[in-house]
């Protein structure tokens, strides 16, 4: 018998990660885990939108589940996202939703209260919710189980060599909901002579040719380096002076914390969605939170924070460490063992 059996729906590289962290938290707390993956298979051609795209993964989902529940006779089952509990069999066992935010915030609208109806009846069911930060819990709908955060936590960093480089770093692996044009646009304004914007984890051909129908060139000092390793994208943020981020959206966002880390100034846009980092920003320095998405407020952020002397920056960072404690490591085995595993195993 195993304890937990994870439906890990890993439709995105980022989905897997965060679920392979969630089943390490659990095996360092004690738990036994076993993972069974969800093939999409022939029904992928029929994703073309919301609410399909959630009706074709809960299928696929579900028959994921059955494929191994008898095999594995889990005591508890952990759902990565709504998606993958939405239609469901558990056998009766307790289980766990998994998620970063519900679908009633991150897919809003009238085409989707269907989905949302299900939603709210599949976390009112659950034992628990896990969500990945305390901004997502008031998102949650009415009558949903007792949540419990656990975040990916924060990996620690090596101390940096030297002052910062005038360097800032943006990681935009979609176009799109990343931002870069409005990070582009606001480069091209920014007062930052000399400086350099390295924007990592697209194919640089993919990003040109976004721009270009979007008529807008690349600036000076502004690189695409394409996708960089965890450890060459670690050493960057070391040697940069901030880590920009133009995401009209973030269900979580964990390289700006991992930035944070590093000991970069985070500067950011507004954006939508539980972003713990946007919070985190303001706190330690307002002047490097954009007043709105236009580029011309992200440009004077991004020269606030690049002109930003070697001072001020130590105590930016100091403090950015303390309101990174609740993301580290130990404190979400601590949370994993004594809020999560009792409530799933009866522990």
């Given at each position: 018998m195993?304890?937990?059996?994870?439906?890990?729906?890993?439709?995105?590289?980022?989905?897997?990660?965060?679920?392979?962290q969630f089943?390490?938290?659990a095996?360092?707390?004690?738990?036994?885990?076993?993972?069974?993956g969800v093939r999409?298979?022939?029904?992928?051609r029929l994703?073309?939108?919301?609410p399909?795209?959630?009706v074709?993964?809960?299928?696929a989902a579900?028959?994921a589940?059955d494929?191994?529940?008898?095999?594995?006779?889990p005591?508890a089952v952990?759902?990565?996202?709504?998606?993958?509990?939405?239609?469901?069999?558990d056998g009766?066992?307790?289980?766990?939703?998994?998620?970063?935010?519900?679908a009633?915030?991150?897919?809003?609208?009238?085409?989707?209260?269907a989905?949302h109806?299900v939603?709210?009846?599949?976390?009112?069911?659950?034992?628990?919710?896990?969500v990945?930060?305390a901004?997502?819990?008031?998102?949650?709908?009415?009558g949903?189980?007792?949540?419990v955060v656990?975040?990916?936590?924060?990996?620690p960093?090596?101390?940096r060599?030297?002052?910062?480089e005038?360097?800032?770093?943006?990681?935009v692996?979609?176009p799109?909901?990343?931002g870069?044009?409005l990070?582009?646009?606001a480069?091209?304004?920014?007062?930052?002579?000399?400086a350099?914007l390295?924007v990592?984890g697209?194919?640089?051909?993919?990003?040109?040719?976004?721009?270009?129908?979007r008529?807008?060139?690349?600036?000076?000092?502004?690189?695409l380096?394409?996708?960089?390793?965890?450890?060459d994208?670690?050493?960057?943020?070391?040697r940069?002076?901030?880590f920009?981020?133009?995401?009209?959206?973030?269900?979580?966002?964990?390289?700006?914390?991992?930035?944070?880390e590093?000991?970069?100034?985070l500067?950011?846009?507004?954006?939508g969605g539980p972003?713990p980092?946007?919070a985190?920003?303001?706190?330690?320095?307002p002047?490097?939170?954009?007043?709105?998405?236009g580029?011309?407020?992200?440009?004077?952020?991004?020269?606030?924070?690049?002109?930003?002397?070697e001072a001020?920056?130590?105590?930016?960072?100091?403090a950015?460490r303390e309101?990174?404690?609740?993301?580290?490591?130990?404190e979400q085995v601590?949370?994993m063992?004594?809020?999560?595993l009792?409530?799933?195993?009866g522990?």
């Open positions: 195993t304890d937990l059996l994870m439906v890990s729906l890993g439709t995105t590289r980022g989905l897997r990660i965060q679920d392979a089943v390490s938290l095996r360092e707390a004690g738990a036994s885990v076993a993972v069974t999409i298979g022939a029904a992928d994703r073309r939108g919301y399909v795209n959630d074709v993964e809960a299928i579900r028959r589940l494929a191994v529940l008898h095999d594995h006779d005591r952990v759902f990565s996202t709504t998606t993958a509990a939405l239609f469901a069999t009766g066992r307790p289980f766990a939703v998994w998620l970063d935010s519900p009633r915030l991150n897919r809003p609208g009238l085409r989707n209260l989905l109806a939603e709210r009846r599949r976390l009112a069911a659950a034992r628990l919710v896990v990945l930060s901004r997502a819990i008031a998102a949650l709908p009415a949903a189980a007792p949540a656990i975040s990916p936590p924060v990996l960093a090596p101390p060599r030297g002052p910062s005038p360097l800032a770093v943006a990681y692996p979609d799109k909901a990343k870069l044009e990070l582009t646009r480069w091209a304004r920014a007062e930052v002579a000399g350099r390295v990592c697209i194919d640089p051909e993919r990003a040109r040719a976004f721009l270009a129908r008529g807008v060139p690349l600036p000076a000092g502004m690189e380096t394409g996708m960089v390793s965890p450890e994208f670690g050493a960057l943020l070391l940069a002076r901030a920009v981020s133009a995401a009209a959206w973030e269900d979580f966002g964990q390289a700006p914390l991992q930035a944070l590093r000991g970069c100034a500067v950011c846009a507004p954006g972003f980092a946007l985190i920003a303001r706190e330690l320095e002047a490097f939170v954009a007043a709105d998405r580029p011309g407020s992200l440009s004077i952020a991004l020269t606030a924070a690049l002109a930003t002397g001020r920056l130590a105590a930016y960072r100091a950015a309101l990174l404690s609740p993301f580290r490591r130990g601590r949370r063992r004594e809020l999560v009792p409530a799933l195993l522990g």
